[in-house]
């Protein structure tokens, strides 16, 4: 439920209440009671109505509708069953009549005004920002908002790494690699917190495993240092890779085959 629509419920209270007495000018208890009434009435029932689901897509114009239905049935059942005898008050019908007004363009205002609008909010640009690296099969990008140059995805690498088995004799199954960014002073260069250490998985099967001679490739995708995209400081990307070797034996079997003989 908006707050709209709750106001709308109050507005139409306070005014089924405030036109009880010009309508109904026996009967009543004053002014203050039949606002009471008139609030009690519209507010109760356009919240059974939500509570037991009744017209869930119902807009503020239906709603309303129900709000002063509710006003106008809890007035009319104190009319009915517990009534004064009293006579109607005139003097206060002009002062009524005024506040009865006001009510009426506050609720056609609530109900049929244009509906507010969301500020819209500025949205920024953000662009791929890419640091030129040898060899160029490399590439190291982030992501930076245009104009402030705020980063809002950290650097990453991607590559393609080629592998090749020069062995003559030994099948290799690759187990794991892990990537390493040394500087200038042969001193590993840390990631920032909370960032993933650049290792590599050989987790598809049969893509591990590399017999004499046979290549493969691995694509790189993991993440880069900051400290390691200034000017000078990086100096070499260093891979090393774990791997069981094992003997490679190659056999040939001869098979008698005869057809159509005995």
Do not use: C
């Not at 009435?41 to 897509?57: D, E, H, V, Y």
């Not at 114009?61 to 517990?82: D, E, N, P, W, Y």
């Not at 490399?138 to 995805?153: C, F, I, Y």
């Not at 290792?199 to 004499?212: M, V």
């Amino acid at each position: 439920m908006s707050f709209s629509m709750f106001v709308t419920w109050v507005l139409l209270g306070v005014l089924g209440g405030v036109l009880a007495g010009l309508v109904m000018k026996r009967g009543g208890h004053g002014l203050k009671p039949d606002i009471y009434l008139g609030l009690v009435g519209s507010i109760g029932l356009s919240w059974i109505f939500r509570a037991i689901g009744m017209f869930p897509n119902a807009g503020i114009v239906a709603m309303a509708f129900v709000a002063f239905i509710g006003a106008t049935i809890a007035i009319v059942a104190q009319r009915t069953l517990r009534p004064t005898e009293r006579p109607g008050q005139a003097k206060g019908t002009v002062w009524r009549w005024g506040l009865g007004a006001a009510l009426v363009a506050a609720v056609v205002w609530m109900v049929l005004g244009p509906s507010v609008q969301p500020a819209a909010t500025a949205t920024s640009v953000v662009e791929d920002k890419t640091y030129e690296v040898t060899p160029a099969a490399m590439k190291v990008t982030e992501r930076v908002e245009q104009g402030s140059g705020r980063v809002v995805s950290p650097a990453k690498l991607t590559a393609n790494l080629y592998l090749k088995n020069s062995s003559a004799d030994q099948t290799v199954r690759l187990v794991e690699g892990k990537i390493q960014y040394i500087d200038v002073a042969g001193q590993p260069i840390k990631l920032e917190d909370m960032r993933t250490e650049p290792t590599i998985k050989f987790a598809s099967y049969g893509s591990e495993r590399l017999d004499p001679g046979q290549e493969a490739s691995q694509p790189l995708d993991v993440d880069f240092p900051a400290e390691a995209l200034k000017a000078k400081k990086l100096k070499e990307i260093r891979l090393e890779l774990a791997y069981i070797p094992s003997p490679y034996h190659q056999e040939t079997v001869k098979l008698s085959v005869t057809i159509g003989g005995k």
